[in-house]
């Protein structure tokens, strides 16, 4: 009987760990930069000061090269996946940051790895240390999903439907 409760005893703390292990992910995950490939746009992530995640409610994480290769997803597939977080790498520190809360500089002086030229930051008072050096304009997510919108997949959308 005794060999029973510690038995039981056992696989309870298995079952607890086994539990436990299957936590889903609910925050970002390193970028294995020159080896992960862009979600959206399927080329190697490669420069540590623009890579992005987006986070389903499942855990399942997708990986980005740029914040205009997130936005393009995130507007394709927003109604299909259910979203958790979506993350965008902070230009001034090389961090993850909450991609909703960030702000953005779109600077043609400062390329970004898809040409839209866009970096986002944490905070204004590091975005305008950059600023100094490149100009540009600041910007919140919606208008990162309004600009990704009209200047690339409108532009995406009505070059293939002129080939069709």
Do not use: Q
Request: proline share 3%; hydrophobic share 40%.
């Amino acid at each position: 009987m005794n060999f029973l409760k510690k038995g039981g005893s056992f696989f309870l703390i298995l079952l607890f760990l086994f539990a436990f292990s299957c936590e889903k992910v609910k925050s970002p995950v390193p970028i294995n930069y020159g080896v992960d490939k862009c979600e959206y746009c399927a080329m190697k992530i490669m420069d540590d000061r623009f890579g992005a995640e987006l986070i389903t409610e499942t855990g399942k994480v997708y990986k980005f090269d740029s914040t205009e290769c997130l936005a393009a997803y995130y507007i394709e597939n927003k109604d299909k996946l259910k979203i958790h977080s979506i993350w965008v790498t902070d230009f001034y520190n090389r961090e993850f940051i909450n991609a909703e809360t960030a702000y953005y500089l779109h600077s043609p002086d400062l390329p970004s790895p898809m040409g839209m030229n866009l970096s986002a930051f944490k905070n204004m008072e590091d975005l305008n240390k950059i600023k100094e050096k490149y100009n540009g304009k600041v910007l919140k997510w919606s208008d990162i999903l309004n600009m990704v919108k009209n200047k690339w997949l409108n532009k995406r959308h009505n070059h293939h439907h002129m080939h069709m």
